[in-house]
Nanobody, 128 residues
Framework: QVQLVESGGGSVQAGGSLRLACAAS????????MGWFRQAPGKEREGVAA????????YYAESVKGRFTISQDNRRATLYLQMNSLEPEDTGMYYC?????????????????????WGQGTQVTVSS
């Protein structure tokens, strides 16, 4: 059974940084496509960053390019999201997700429909 547990959220002022972590279990040491999503109150869940199975390609939402970095540790048991230059618009619940389904298009990696497994989320609040 796949379990994803996020940590690292918190409150920070604009311009600050946070590092989110997602501890993954299940599938042994094999990890599939993984991503970070966020959801602000009253808004739809949106893809923030994703990494393709094998740790090769990464994908980012335009709004976070150059500020956020997704990565995995060597044993691929933990997924990270380094968030720099945070803005109030980055506020929301951040979710880790995993997908065993491949994507046809690069944009698909940032779509929630691709992912079957989800964590409970960690709150990020950025104040101005």
């Amino acid at each position: 059974q796949v379990q994803l547990v996020e940590s690292g959220g918190g409150s920070v002022q604009a311009g600050g940084s946070l590092r989110l972590a997602c501890a993954a279990s299940g599938f042994g040491y094999v990890r599939y496509n993984m991503g970070w999503f966020r959801q602000a109150p009253g808004k739809e869940r949106e893809g923030v960053a994703a990494i393709r199975a094998g740790g090769g390609s990464t994908y980012y939402a335009e709004s976070v390019k150059g500020r956020f970095t997704i990565s995995q540790d060597n044993r691929r048991a933990t997924l990270y999201l380094q968030m720099n230059s945070l803005e109030p618009e980055d506020t929301g619940m951040y979710y880790c997700a995993e997908s065993t389904t491949g994507a046809v298009w690069a944009d698909d990696y940032l779509k929630a429909a691709l992912y079957s497994y989800w964590g409970q989320g960690t709150q990020v609040t950025v104040s101005s």
